[in-house]
């Protein structure tokens, strides 16, 4: 497989893990809020978020990619401090699900959890399994 192909499968790899990561944060809206759902969702959110850089770019290492998702998604919580998100989420009520609705250091916890989670997502995704060879058989 050349560099390009394996870059496109990963890329489409990462990308259906993002709808599924998507519709399991969305499906989470529905239950009664709970510390359980609230670091579940924020799990989720630093997975998203690093999985959209995972797309961008394929070749990174599981590490860097859990890095951003935990920096990107800790930075909007810290964000949430300064009161801009919840100006915009006044003017587009469904920015909500982008910036969340106020500031929660318990966030953090969840956004380790996403880390963790990406790292075994990033791992599984260039695992000899996922790009269809057994193990021990020959490259082609």
Same mark, same amino acid.
């Given at each position: 497989?050349?560099?390009?192909?394996?870059?496109?499968?990963?890329?489409?790899?990462? +990308?259906?893990?993002?709808?599924?990561?998507?519709?399991? &944060?969305?499906?989470?809206?529905?239950?009664?809020?709970?510390?359980?759902?609230?670091?579940?969702?924020?799990?989720?959110?630093?997975?998203?978020? $690093?999985?959209? @850089?995972?797309? +961008?770019?394929?070749?990174?290492?599981?590490?860097?990619?859990?890095?951003? $998702?935990? $920096?990107?998604?800790?930075?909007?919580?810290?964000?949430?401090? +300064?009161?801009?998100?919840?100006?915009?989420?006044?003017?587009?009520?469904?920015?909500?699900?982008?910036?969340?609705?106020?500031?929660?250091?318990?966030?953090?916890?969840?956004?380790?959890? &996403?880390?963790?989670?990406?790292?075994? @997502?990033?791992?599984? +995704?260039?695992?000899?399994?996922?790009?269809?060879?057994?193990? $021990?058989?020959?490259?082609?």
């Amino acid at each position: 497989m050349t560099r390009l192909a394996g870059d496109r499968r990963l890329r489409l790899t990462f +990308a259906a893990t993002a709808v599924l990561v998507l519709l399991m &944060g969305l499906a989470l809206q529905l239950p009664d809020r709970t510390v359980a759902v609230d670091l579940a969702g924020s799990a989720l959110y630093a997975c998203l978020a $690093g999985l959209a @850089i995972a797309i +961008a770019w394929p070749r990174l290492p599981g590490w860097a990619v859990a890095t951003a $998702g935990f $920096g990107v998604a800790g930075a909007v919580e810290l964000l949430q401090l +300064a009161r801009l998100p919840a100006r915009l989420v006044d003017a587009v009520p469904l920015l909500r699900f982008v910036f969340g609705s106020s500031f929660d250091p318990l966030d953090f916890v969840g956004y380790i959890l &996403g880390a963790l989670l990406l790292i075994g @997502i990033v791992s599984l +995704a260039r695992s000899p399994v996922t790009r269809g060879r057994r193990r $021990g058989a020959p490259a082609p």
